[in-house]
């Protein structure tokens, strides 16, 4: 697989100026199989960016489509937050399993009293939740 030419990368540059600057978050993933990764943000768009923005660079690992990114580091330059981590998806378990784990805690917390389960029929989470209550389907 080869390349794309110069001057199409600069003509993609400058298309994606005008909606990187208007974006509250940038995630860029272009990768060429065996070859540095293409620019796609330079550091002029960066600084067009509203500040608190933020780009996610997946391609860090091949040298970044954003130039300001830096491997395995997550930095601010010109007030936006530039994610530079080289593996993001191993990262994403043990953020998901935190979150599933929480959500369910909170939801029996909220079912739950110290001396058991509280069936609030017509309280909305419990109504959603119940399949068969007493042996008879809640299902409508």
């Known amino acids: 697989m080869k390349g794309v030419s110069e001057d199409f990368l ?11 600057a208007e974006a509250d978050l940038v995630i860029t993933t272009a990768l060429i199989p065996g070859r540095k990764a293409p620019v796609l943000v330079t550091e002029e768009m960066v600084k067009k960016m509203r500040f608190g923005s933020v780009i996610v ?6 040298g970044g ?12 330059k010109h007030g936006v937050t530039i994610i530079g981590e080289a593996n993001i998806p191993s990262l994403l378990p043990l953020n998901a399993s935190d979150l599933y784990a929480k959500n369910v805690q909170t939801f029996l917390l909220h079912l739950a009293t110290k001396d058991g389960f509280k069936w609030e029929m017509e309280e909305e989470i419990t109504k959603g939740a119940l399949v068969v209550y007493d042996g008879v389907s809640r299902l409508k």
């Open 10 to 20: 600069k003509q993609q540059q400058e298309l994606v100026s005008k909606h990187v």
């Open 57 to 62: 660079d997946m391609a860090v690992e091949q």
């Open 65 to 76: 489509n954003c130039v300001l990114s830096e491997l395995n580091q997550t930095v601010v």
